[in-house]
């Protein structure tokens, strides 16, 4: 421990260092194998502070569109939109802004490169902490009243505990989209503007421009040893700790010897029974009769009230101006360019729909695998979570050289280049929802002696389903925003592209071409919100309404 203690001090004076040294806009990034665990450790501490925001945005913004009436009905069109913006959409935002606060100091392209990291990870976990509260079955939450739960015993209890699963799950596929943009966020071009930070990131994208080999499998391998540490030290009690939230034997769980030791130390009990202690009191103190002199004053209301109307005018006034001064950027464009970007919609959403299609064929089937079965979960669990924190866009130049060796074009690679990048959603929700299934209904199933369709049919399959179209959601909204990525790329000094609003998008980025970017933004933005209003929204009340687990 004291060891770990020192090698945790020294890595945060680096970080805090590096932070603080002077801006250099395009520092020297070295190839050298020696230099891997101080990048992996300045990439590892850019993930993990962009996973704090992600954790505490969905924590309140899932709760606030579940829990406060009349919420919802802005707030989740709001976070389909923002979803539906692809991460180098806030580049020129986040890094022009806060190169221009902090002119002088590398805090602002770090804090630029985390929001950017951010933005790939917070939208499925705040998806699946919202859908896990909206499927809170009934009598647990009369329960909650019956017993006269405060409203944040209610949230530890309940919420947080029927979320465990799948938030966490989500929270695995969240560092793995945030890695997916690593090299995005840690290299990135801006018209005539190349901004790059020491990172495993900037490292394997500068490995890939000189088409170096040997640096590229130093880096894969780098980026292994990353995962595999944060799997063992992190995911793998937290799967473990999270398994007492479902309805499954406890032989079930991966094993974890971190978890282990942990739950058997005298500093763990010791907490527990503080926890308790400190629970009872407060609960004791919440349930005391309330007076006079606590209730709110009609003089406070009318405060509240009209506090939050004139921020609510605030926001409007500001979303006006914001949306007058978008229509005005986008009567530059031509005819001609508006045409070019529809075609390239309408070619980046075939592509999405097919990536999701042909890895709901695996995944579904996979995912309830390992999710019923206590051996098979062992046994693959470890290797998933491995698999999709990996970066697919670091394995991206095997793939696009292997299927260009065999004559296939950037149009159909960039289908498998999306699939990499997306199947993990779908699988990594079936999991979780599969799992959460009680084992009384498996029971019943037996005994009724259902053939393996009508166990499909009937058990599994509406089972899942909640989870399952979590999953989808989230896959789509992550297919479109990793096109930027597949369809234009740099390979052997070359500039691959094909048709497609990726493309678009990733050009007019390079090239500083604003009013196009924008222009973009707004179309993937459309497309991705009308899609969920017409066809996700309909199919999310089935699911919170027909399929929920309420026995």
Do not use: C
């Not at 004076?13 to 603080?20: D, L, P």
């Not at 990996?390 to 292997?402: D, E, K, R, S, T």
């Not at 690679?413 to 929700?429: D, K, M």
């Not at 209904?441 to 989870?467: D, G, H, K, Y």
């Amino acid at each position: 421990m004291l060891a770990l203690l020192g090698a945790f001090i020294y890595a945060l004076v680096t970080v805090a260092r590096e932070w603080s040294a002077p801006l250099q806009q395009v520092p020297e990034i070295h190839l050298e194998a020696r230099y891997l665990p101080l990048y992996a450790m300045f990439s590892l501490t850019r993930g993990v502070l962009a996973y704090g925001l992600s954790f505490l945005f969905t924590m309140i913004y899932g709760y606030t569109m579940a829990r406060v009436a009349g919420a919802e009905r802005v707030m989740l069109p709001a976070l389909d939109i923002l979803q539906s913006i692809p991460v180098l959409a806030f580049l020129p935002g986040f890094v022009l802004g806060l190169v221009h606060l902090f002119p002088h100091q590398n805090i602002g392209l770090e804090l630029a490169s985390v929001l950017m990291i951010f933005t790939g990870q917070v939208w499925n976990m705040t998806f699946s902490f919202y859908s896990s509260l909206k499927s809170v079955p009934p009598d647990l939450v009369a329960v909650a009243r019956l017993t006269r739960m405060s409203w944040w015993e209610r949230f530890f209890r309940l919420d947080l505990s029927f979320a465990a699963t799948g938030l966490l799950w989500n929270s695995m596929m969240s560092m793995a989209g945030g890695w997916f943009f690593l090299m995005v966020s840690e290299a990135f071009v801006l018209g005539e503007h190349d901004f790059r930070l020491p990172g495993l990131g900037s490292y394997m994208s500068l490995a890939i421009e000189r088409g170096d080999g040997w640096a590229q499998l130093f880096g894969v391998l780098a980026m292994l040893g990353m995962i595999v540490l944060v799997d063992q030290v992190v995911w793998r009690p937290l799967v473990a700790w999270s398994h007492k939230f479902t309805d499954e034997e406890a032989t079930s769980a991966a094993p974890s010897w971190l978890w282990e030791r942990i739950r058997r130390s005298r500093i763990w009990q010791a907490g527990s029974e503080s926890w308790s202690f400190f629970s009872r009191r407060v609960r004791a103190s919440a349930v005391a009769p309330v007076t006079n002199a606590d209730a709110p004053s009609v003089r406070a209301v009318n405060a509240r009230r009209w506090t939050s109307r004139l921020l609510v005018a605030a926001i409007g006034a500001g979303g006006v101006f914001g949306a007058v001064k978008y229509v005005h950027l986008l009567t530059t464009l031509t005819s001609g360019q508006w045409l070019g970007l529809l075609d390239s919609t309408a070619a980046t959403f075939l592509r999405v729909v097919l990536a999701v299609v042909l890895a709901s064929l695996w995944t579904i089937p996979v995912g309830v695998m390992i999710g019923r079965h206590p051996r098979w979960s062992r046994a693959l669990q470890p290797v998933i979570q491995m698999a999709a924190s990996f970066p697919a866009p670091m394995i991206f130049p095997l793939v696009v050289g292997a299927m260009l060796a065999s004559g296939i074009g950037l149009g159909i690679s960039s289908v498998v280049l999306l699939l990499l990048g997306t199947q993990w959603y779908i699988l990594f929700n079936v999991i979780a929802g599969s799992s959460a299934i009680p084992r009384e209904f498996w029971e019943v199933s037996r005994l009724a002696r259902f053939s393996w369709r009508q166990r499909w049919q009937t058990l599994i399959l509406p089972a899942i389903f909640p989870s399952l179209l979590t999953g989808w959601i989230t896959a789509m909204g992550g297919a479109w925003n990793a096109s930027i990525v597949a369809e234009y790329m740099k390979y052997r000094g070359e500039t691959l592209m094909t048709t497609g609003l990726g493309a678009a998008i990733s050009a007019a980025t390079e090239r500083g071409d604003f009013h196009v970017l924008a222009a973009a933004v707004g179309i993937m933005a459309v497309t991705v919100v009308g899609f969920n209003r017409l066809v996700w929204r309909p199919l999310s009340h089935l699911a919170q309404t027909r399929f929920t687990l309420n026995i």
